[in-house]
């Protein structure tokens, strides 16, 4: 079992950024992609970005490449994302999830990832 906590949400304006956090505990060496979900009011939940736990490979959304970062602390078990020039589409209930694989070159579905966090707020206005 892995448990995984989002913290770092909030309000922001247009063009502002927010740094969330993904803390890991529990087997998270069985965790070999780490992703970011988004969720929308209305729409079904999409991949961000996700990272290879291993080997640092990253893998963006096209809508948010160049504005967000993934990265990982394994020292920390913890794993972020840096969202910069913010944009109101952006606005979502962002999760944290953990998939035991890691697809080449894409994020995966959803159904691809077995632990999930409680998800945090980021809303832009």
């Known amino acids: 079992h892995v448990q995984l906590v989002e913290s770092g949400g909030g309000s922001v304006q247009a063009g502002g950024s927010l740094r969330l956090s993904c803390a890991g505990s529990g087997d998270t060496y069985s965790s070999y992609c780490m992703g970011w979900f988004r969720q929308a009011p209305g729409k079904e939940r999409e991949g961000v970005a996700r990272?290879?736990?291993?080997?640092?490979?990253?893998v963006y959304a096209d809508s948010v490449k160049g504005r967000f970062t993934i990265s990982q602390d394994n020292a920390k078990n913890t794993v972020y994302l840096q969202m910069n020039s913010l944009k109101p589409e952006d606005t979502a209930l962002y999760y944290c999830a953990a998939s035991g694989r890691c697809t080449l070159g894409r994020i995966g579905s959803a159904d691809d990832y077995t632990g999930w966090g409680q998800g945090t707020q980021v809303t832009v206005s």
């Open positions: 990272i290879n736990v291993k080997y640092g490979i990253t």
